[in-house]
């Protein structure tokens, strides 16, 4: 018969029931079976009340962006999936009679509270847990990360400024990243370093870094941020 209402506490108690040892409403990965139940409820189903239903649709709902593309036919009603018979009450009122009514009569169909798991159940389940671990991660968003030019001065014309460079790339911090760097003359025979690093906004202070690089007293005399651009 599959499901006949998902409005009903009788008609989500089905759905609940039905995707408590399931991922997905049909086969192991998402298919538009899944859309169309997803799209067939009004909104997220209480945690408190139906917890396997709730966490269906919070995982189908990380799908939604390629609902289109799932595999399956769009065009099935949610009413063609489910179990093959279900005991629905046409007044929503008598639905809390009518769900413990299904729990007993269902148990061939679902198991008892107290069955345990069979080994075939607990991999398919470890396997899709994995698949949405790995989804979930391939979503993660990338890194804040900035480009920035500085300009490190040292005291005068004879400082050693190959050695004002190894000193200052000497210097390792996580989230930096050290780039191409040139001389820019400024007059009387003194040049500046002018450098590019690559660094991650939330790992990596400015300020710290150039704090750092002034620490080597003999050679530098003070830096300046020439320009700085987010990535």
């Known amino acids: 018969m599959g499901f006949l209402d998902f409005v009903s506490d009788a008609g989500l108690t089905v759905l609940d029931r039905w995707v408590r040892t399931r991922s997905y409403i049909t086969g192991y990965g998402p298919s538009q079976a899944d859309v ?23 995982h189908v709902s990380t799908y939604e962006s390629e609902f289109p593309s799932l595999p399956g036919d769009p065009s099935k009603a949610y009413t063609t999936y489910g179990p093959e018979s279900s005991e629905l009450p046409v007044n929503p009122k008598d639905a809390p009679k009518a769900a413990l009514v299904a729990e007993e009569e269902d148990d061939d169909l679902f198991g008892g509270d107290d069955e345990s798991e069979d080994e075939e159940s607990k991999k398919t389940k470890e396997a899709n847990l994995a698949a949405y671990r790995k989804k979930k991660e391939g979503k993660a968003k990338p890194a ?29 911090m996580d989230g930096l990243t050290w780039g191409a760097s040139k001389l820019v003359p400024v007059g009387y025979g003194i040049s500046k370093l002018q450098v ?3 660094v991650e906004d939330d790992k990596v202070s400015i300020d710290d870094l150039q704090a750092k690089i002034e620490e080597d007293e003999d050679c530098v005399q003070s830096t300046d941020v020439a320009a700085m651009q987010k990535l």
Request: charged residues 30%; proline residues 7%; glycine residues 2%.
């Open 196 to 198: 590019n690093i690559v």
């Open 36 to 58: 169309s139940c997803f799209k067939a409820l009004k909104s997220q189903p209480p945690v408190e009340k139906f917890p396997h239903a709730y966490r269906w649709y919070k």
């Open 144 to 172: 804040a990360k900035s480009i920035v030019t500085l300009e490190v001065k040292p005291w005068d014309d004879e400082t050693n400024m190959k050695e004002l460079e190894q000193n200052m790339r000497g210097i390792e």
